[in-house]
């Protein structure tokens, strides 16, 4: 099991930049495939990113593709999402999710079952 935490949100301007972090503990996130979820108000949650375990394979979505990064380092066992030139359309609770030990990385949100408590990002116009 591995339990989330996310941080590094907050209020930007449109055209600004954020880097969340996502501290895991327990022993299976070295062999986690990690992901970033969103979920604006008044919508489903999304899919943003994710990332194998071993940081080699990265996928995006389509919105957020050229803008945002992921990455990890097992070393803090700990999973970054670079956000830059944000739009207000950004502006949702971030979440981190993991999958279970050694699954490959996926965009669906019930391939996931550990999560964190997320962290509210808004860009303003």
């Known amino acids: 099991q591995v339990q989330l935490v996310e941080s590094g949100g907050g209020l930007v301007q449109a055209g600004g930049s954020l880097r969340l972090s996502c501290a895991a503990s327990?022993?299976?996130?070295?062999?986690?495939?990690m992901g970033w979820f969103r979920q604006a108000p008044g919508k489903e949650r999304e899919f943003v990113a994710t990332?194998?375990?071993?940081?080699?394979?990265?996928y995006y979505a389509d919105s957020v593709k050229g803008r945002f990064t992921i990455s990890r380092d097992s070393n803090k066992n700990t999973v970054y999402l670079q956000m830059n030139s944000l739009k207000p359309e950004d502006t949702a609770v971030y979440y981190c999710?993991?999958?279970?030990?050694?699954?490959?990385?996926?965009?669906?949100?019930?391939?996931?079952?550990?999560w964190g408590q997320g962290t509210q990002v808004t860009v303003s116009s």
């Open positions: 990332i194998n375990r071993n940081g080699g394979t990265t």
């Open positions: 327990g022993r299976s996130f070295s062999n986690a495939a």
């Open positions: 999710a993991a999958r279970s030990p050694f699954a490959i990385v996926s965009t669906r949100i019930n391939d996931y079952n550990n």
